[in-house]
C-alpha cells in the first residue's frame, strides 16, 4: 500500500514538474532531482504510463500541429554497461552505429514544402505540438528556403550558445535550456530571449513523399548539408567491436563538454543502417534501435560556508547553501540547493563541514553528502569570488532553522520536511504568484521589475487586483 502510494506521488511529481518545464519553461527543481523522481518511478513501476508521454499538450488557446512523424523519445542510458547492453540486443546482420552529441535545448520539426519552410512546432506530446513557425523564422540557421525543391520534416534540437548566454542572459535564466523553449514559444517580444539568439542542430530527417535513395542514416544527414541545414556534428562506429569505441566517444565528449560552445547532456546513438531500424522496430515505448547516452553526474568536494533562507512562490522555504568556490563540470559553483530542512536534518550537517557537491546537466548543483569536519587542508588554497584568500581556521556552527519568514517575518510552520510560510500576503510569495501568473497567462510586459514596483507602492496586494489595476 505504501508501495502504491509512492507511485502515486512519484507519477503526479513527474507530470506536475514536466508541465512547468514544457509548458512554462519555469522548472522549479533541477533536471537532476528531476532525473531522480523519474529513475524511482522506472524502477517501482516501468509500465507506469506517466514514463511513456513524451511531454504535456500544447498549452489551450495556441496552434496546435499533428506531427506526421511522431517524436518518440528515446530509451535512456548513463552506464558503459547500458551501451555494451545496446549494441548487443541491437546489432545483427552489420555492425554500424551512428553517434551525436545530445544538445541540451528544445527539440523542433521544420516542415519543408517544395524546398519552402511551411511550418515549425515544438515537439509536445511527441504525437501534437505548438506552431512556433514565426519564431522559427527567426533563428539565425533556420533556412526559409532549401538548396533542393523537396517536402521533408527535418528534427533537430534549437540551442543557445553558451557565450551568448553569458552575456547577455545569466541574470534572467539559471541555464540556456529553459530559454530555448521560452524564445520559440513566446508571444512578440515578452522580455525573455530572442530567438535570433538560437541555433539548431539537426539530427533526423524524414520524407512524407520521395526520399532520396540511401542505406544509411548518416547518407542522409550529409544530403542535409547538401540542402542548406546543418546537423549536430556526427561519427561512425563501425568496427567489430563498435561498443568499445562508442564508450571511448562518451569519454572524449566527457572532456570536451565543458568548453563545447553548446550544453551537451550525453551522446545519442543510433543503428545507422535505416532497413536494420525497420527490422528491429519498437518496443512498447522506444526504438529499439537507439539509447540516449547521458552523462553521470559530476561531483566535487567543498566546504559549506553559510546558509541563506529564501521564501518560494508556494510559501516553501528552502535554505540555499553558500559554499567554497569550486569548479564542478567546467563551472564555478558558489551556491547550492538544501531543498528544504528535512534535507538538512537528514545530512546533519553543519557550518564548516566538507561537502560533497554534484551538478548533473543543469546549473542548479546540490549537496549530496556530508564529509564530516572540514580540515585545515580542505580549506587551504581556497579562494573567495573577489580572489581574497580563505582564512584557514573556520568555527564549526549549527545551522540556524529561522522561526521567522525572512520575507515577511511571520511566524514559520513545519510541515512534513518543509518549513513554510503560511501567510497568504507574504511579499515573497505574492511577488512569485504574480509572476507565475503573468507568465502563465503570457501577459506581455508585465515582469518581475514591474510587480516588484506595484507591490512596493501598494498597488497590488493580490492577483485579483492586477485587474482593477487603472491608468493614473
Ligand atoms: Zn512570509
Not at 270 to 283: P, V
Not at 445 to 463: Q, R, S
Request: charged share 25%; with cysteine; glycine share 8%.
Amino acid at each position: 500500500m505504501a508501495g502504491e502510494e509512492r507511485i502515486k506521488y512519484l507519477a503526479d511529481a513527474v507530470r506536475y514538474h514536466r508541465e512547468l518545464y514544457y509548458n512554462h519553461s519555469a522548472p522549479e527543481i533541477s533536471d537532476a532531482e528531476f532525473d531522480a523522481l523519474w529513475d524511482e518511478l522506472k524502477d517501482l513501476d516501468p509500465n507506469n504510463a506517466v514514463l511513456h508521454e513524451v511531454g504535456p499538450e500544447p498549452l489551450p488557446g495556441t496552434e496546435k500541429v499533428e506531427h506526421m512523424f511522431p517524436m518518440r523519445s528515446l530509451d535512456k542510458g548513463t552506464s558503459d554497461d547500458d551501451i555494451i547492453h545496446f549494441v548487443t540486443q541491437s546489432t545483427f546482420g552489420g555492425k554500424r552505429y551512428l553517434a551525436q552529441p545530445k544538445l541540451d535545448g528544445s527539440a523542433l520539426s521544420l516542415e519543408y514544402v517544395a524546398g519552402n519552410l511551411y511550418r515549425a512546432a515544438t515537439r509536445g506530446s511527441g504525437e501534437r505540438g505548438e506552431d512556433v513557425t514565426l519564431n522559427a523564422k527567426l533563428v539565425a540557421n533556420v533556412p526559409t528556403r532549401l538548396n533542393s525543391p523537396v517536402d521533408c520534416h527535418v528534427r533537430g534540437e534549437v540551442v543557445m550558445p553558451l557565450a551568448v548566454f553569458e552575456e547577455k542572459y545569466r541574470d534572467i535564466s539559471p541555464n540556456p535550456r529553459n530559454l530555448c523553449s521560452g524564445a520559440l514559444r513566446q508571444k512578440h517580444g515578452d522580455g525573455k530571449a530572442d530567438a535570433s539568439d538560437l541555433v539548431f542542430c539537426a539530427y533526423d530527417v524524414k520524407f512524407p513523399n520521395e526520399s532520396p535513395d540511401t542505406v544509411n542514416d548518416s547518407e542522409l544527414l550529409s544530403w542535409l548539408q547538401g540542402v542548406g541545414i546543418e546537423p549536430a556534428p556526427w561519427e561512425i562506429f563501425s568496427s567489430e567491436t563498435p561498443q568499445k569505441e562508442m564508450i571511448e566517444y562518451t569519454s572524449k565528449w566527457g572532456a570536451k563538454r565543458a568548453t563545447y560552445e553548446y550544453e551537451i547532456d550525453g551522446i545519442v546513438f543510433k543503428l545507422d543502417n535505416l532497413e536494420q531500424r525497420e527490422n528491429l522496430g519498437m518496443t512498447a515505448h522506444h526504438p529499439r534501435w537507439a539509447l540516449a547516452w547521458k552523462f553521470p553526474s559530476q561531483e566535487a568536494h567543498s566546504v559549506l560556508l553559510g546558509v541563506d533562507w529564501q521564501t518560494g512562490r508556494t510559501g516553501a522555504v528552502t535554505p540555499v547553501a553558500r559554499i567554497a568556490p569550486q569548479m564542478v563540470g567546467g563551472v564555478t559553483v558558489e551556491n547550492v540547493t538544501l531543498h528544504n530542512v528535512g534535507e538538512v536534518e537528514r545530512l546533519g550537517i553543519k557550518i564548516g563541514d566538507k561537502v560533497k557537491i554534484t551538478r548533473r546537466g543543469d546549473v542548479i548543483p546540490k549537496i549530496i553528502e556530508n564529509l564530516g569536519e572540514a580540515s585545515l587542508s580542505d580549506m587551504q588554497n581556497r579562494y573567495h569570488a573577489d580572489g581574497r584568500k580563505f582564512s584557514a581556521e573556520l568555527s564549526v556552527q549549527r545551522i540556524q532553522i529561522p522561526k521567522d519568514c525572512p520575507a515577511c517575518g511571520r511566524n514559520l510552520v513545519m510541515k512534513g520536511a518543509f518549513l513554510r510560510c503560511m501567510s497568504l500576503e507574504c511579499d515573497a510569495r505574492t511577488a512569485r504568484a504574480l509572476t507565475y501568473w503573468c507568465r502563465t497567462l503570457e501577459m506581455d510586459g508585465i515582469g518581475e521589475k514591474l510587480i516588484e514596483a506595484l507591490l512596493d507602492n501598494g498597488l497590488v496586494k493580490t492577483i485579483a487586483d492586477l485587474y482593477r489595476l487603472s491608468h493614473s
